[in-house]
């Protein structure tokens, strides 16, 4: 039985920030799959793909799903690229419900501005380089999601309070109280 809800979505949509509150408002327990990498491997996102790159990166973050993917009550923030490989998108898909939270590229560019952790914006454009990511991305997280919701232009305590209404999550939580 599914009983974790995995947040999907581009760098700067509010994984964490709704995420954390979705899980605060149901009693679930939360995770930032970035956060937990980096407590593992003692170094930075951005200090991990500068010295080991991104394909290193990506299947610490695989198996790092692979071993969250068990998990009971549990609300889980991806990485922005966790969504991207077929493995993780099958991994994804039989362990949780997925929730693909949407992003314009005004906004991704707003909420990144000036922070230097953020490997995939290291260029010159960034506007560009947002834009390019959100086109190769975006369909990868539409056909991965069961749900999604804009979260431009939203708090992030309004943006749950719809996420809470939504039957597919009213289900889940349901069912997951019922196997305590």
């Given amino acids: 039985m599914k009983q ?3 947040m999907i979505g581009m760098m700067g949509a509010g994984k964490t920030t709704v995420g954390r509150t979705l899980a605060q ?3 679930w327990d939360f995770i930032d799959m970035d956060r937990e990498i980096e407590r593992e491997q003692g170094k930075r996102i951005s200090e991990i793909f500068s ?7 990506r299947a610490m973050e695989t198996d790092l799903l692979k071993r969250l993917a068990g998990r009971r009550r549990t609300v889980i923030a991806t990485g922005g690229g966790a969504a991207l490989s ?9 362990s949780g419900l997925v929730i693909y939270l949407r992003v314009s590229p005004d906004d991704v560019l707003a909420r990144t501005q000036g922070d230097a952790t953020r490997p995939n914006l290291m260029a010159d454009d960034k506007r560009a380089r947002i834009e390019s990511l959100l086109e190769i991305r975006s369909p990868i997280y539409c ?4 749900i999604s919701f804009r979260s431009s232009g939203a708090s992030s305590g309004s943006l749950v309070a719809k996420i809470l209404k939504h039957p597919k999550l ?11």
């Fill in 143 to 146: 056909a991965t999601a069961d």
């Fill in 86 to 94: 077929p493995e993780n998108q099958r991994l994804l898909a039989q």
């Fill in 25 to 27: 408002r149901i009693g």
């Fill in 4 to 6: 974790v809800i995995y």
């Fill in 170 to 180: 009213k289900k889940l939580i349901e069912d997951a109280d019922k196997n305590l």
């Fill in 51 to 57: 010295s080991e790159g991104e394909p290193a990166f």
